[in-house]
């Protein structure tokens, strides 16, 4: 006949048994957990690595396209004709308007406002003092 300490026993031996296996569970459990948030700690520096080395390569190639155009320009405004890179457009203005286009035809160029001057009787009577009083502070007063 089974009696009750017979039953107990293996109820007491099974409590330890799962006690003891969930305490390497637990610990297996939390390095796994900190395992997978250093995982995504650094897939998330790799990420933003891999972000830094492609604007530093993109600034890179702006400032190299920038030098080209900054060598292209003295010679361009000089009215000598400039290889200008694929797709682009070369566009020398003055206060007329277009002087010299180059490059891909645009679909609209750009007017260039005219720009009046005044008068010379406006600052006539102010030229006239300066030069008499030889005062030069004068002058920008009247006009």
Same mark, same amino acid.
């Given at each position: 006949?089974?009696?009750?300490?017979?039953?107990?026993?293996?109820?007491? !031996?099974?409590? =330890?048994?799962?006690?003891? %296996?969930?305490?390497?569970?637990? #610990?297996?459990?939390?390095?796994?957990?900190?395992?997978? +948030? +250093?995982?995504?700690?650094? *897939?998330?520096?790799?990420?933003? *690595?891999?972000?830094?080395? #492609?604007?530093?390569?993109?600034?890179?190639?702006? @400032?190299? &396209?920038?030098?080209?155009?900054?060598?292209?320009?003295? $010679?361009?405004?000089? &009215?000598?004709?400039?290889?200008?890179?694929? @797709?682009? /457009?070369? =566009?020398?203005? @003055?206060?007329?308007?277009? /002087?010299?286009?180059?490059?891909?035809? =645009?679909?609209?160029?750009?007017? /260039?406002?005219?720009?009046?001057?005044?008068? #010379? %009787? $406006?600052? %006539?009577?102010?030229?006239? +003092?300066?030069?008499? @009083?030889?005062? !030069?502070?004068?002058?920008? $007063? =009247?006009?």
């Amino acid at each position: 006949m089974i009696t009750r300490t017979h039953l107990a026993a293996p109820v007491k !031996l099974l409590a =330890l048994f799962v006690l003891l %296996a969930a305490i390497p569970l637990a #610990a297996l459990g939390s390095l796994g957990w900190r395992l997978l +948030q +250093q995982d995504r700690a650094l *897939e998330s520096q790799r990420l933003r *690595e891999r972000l830094e080395n #492609a604007a530093s390569l993109l600034a890179h190639e702006l @400032d190299r &396209g920038l030098t080209t155009w900054e060598d292209l320009l003295p $010679v361009a405004a000089q &009215g000598h004709s400039v290889a200008v890179p694929p @797709d682009a /457009v070369f =566009l020398l203005l @003055d206060s007329r308007g277009i /002087v010299q286009q180059q490059g891909v035809p =645009l679909p609209y160029y750009p007017q /260039v406002p005219a720009v009046s001057e005044a008068p #010379a %009787a $406006v600052f %006539a009577a102010a030229e006239a +003092q300066e030069f008499r @009083d030889q005062n !030069l502070p004068r002058p920008a $007063v =009247l006009t």
